[in-house]
T-cell receptor
Framework: GAVVSQHPSWVICKSGTSVKIECRSL??????MFWYRQFPKKSLMLMAT?????????EQGVEKDKFLINHASLTLSTLTVTSAHPEDSSFYIC?????????????FGSGTQLSVL | QKEVEQDPGPLSVPEGAIVSLNCTYS??????FMWYRQYSRKGPELLMY????GNKEDGRFTAQVDKSSKYISLFIRDSQPSDSATYLC???????????FGQGTTLQVKP
């Protein structure tokens, strides 16, 4: 199956710093990737849709300036949490869809646990 | 009302039992339905994917969709301790790739 690599798997940072999370599709091209946030024992909450070569589409209530998304190539999308605060601590997951086939299947990265002190 | 509702459990069964996991959805426009398995602190893994009402079987897993009642199920036969995880149902429509997830049901299979 398709592989999505997400890095880092966990990160601890001080309040006020910025953190970048990478999401790569290893064996397929993805014009569209998605970023989710997941709280303990909660479902995945879609934050934004990342579109290669264009601006990301953010879900209602998600701050664009707080969560910067860049999708500069067909295999890489990045999520930068700017000026992180403890309330940004969460599990962040990316997913990607294979652009080469007609399918709604999403393949997920392994997630990034962010802890802001 | 959430678009996809799922009982969070937890659900505990003995090894070898048949497990039934269920979701309901409210959006009649949903066209495809998926089940994902998620181990703790890992990304979800696609288990089953169905497009229409009826059953789809893959090994020990059977996905069932009833569009008339907006009900989706996942059955696991001969459950194993390695099946212990959180199971997420998800639904979507169109070509956007956007999925709406249920809350997830935590399953524990005891040896």
């Amino acid at each position: 199956g398709a592989v999505v690599s997400q890095h880092p798997s966990w990160v601890i940072c001080k309040s006020g710093t910025s953190v970048k999370i990478e999401c790569r599709s290893l064996d397929f091209q993805a014009t569209t990737m998605f970023w989710y946030r997941q709280f303990p024992k909660k479902s995945l909450m879609l934050m934004a849709t990342s579109n290669e070569g264009s601006k990301a589409t953010y879900e209602q209530g998600v701050e664009k300036d707080k969560f910067l998304i860049n999708h500069a190539s067909l295999t890489l999308s990045t999520l930068t949490v700017t000026s992180a605060h403890p309330e940004d601590s969460s599990f962040y997951i990316c997913s990607a869809r294979d652009s080469g086939i007609i399918s709604e299947k999403l393949f997920f990265g392994s997630g990034t646990q962010l802890s802001v002190l | 009302q959430k678009e996809v509702e799922q009982d969070p459990g937890p659900l505990s069964v003995p090894e070898g039992a048949i497990v039934s996991l269920n979701c309901t959805y409210s959006n009649s426009a949903f066209q495809y339905f998926m089940w994902y398995r998620q181990y703790s602190r890992k990304g979800p893994e696609l288990l089953m994917y169905t497009y229409s009402s009826g059953n789809k079987e893959d090994g020990r897993f059977t996905a069932q969709v009833d569009k008339s009642s907006k009900y989706i199920s996942l059955f696991i036969r001969d459950s194993q301790p390695s099946d212990s995880a959180t199971y997420l149902c998800a639904s979507g429509s169109g070509n956007t790739g956007k999925l709406i997830f249920g809350q997830g049901t935590t399953l524990q299979v005891k040896p």
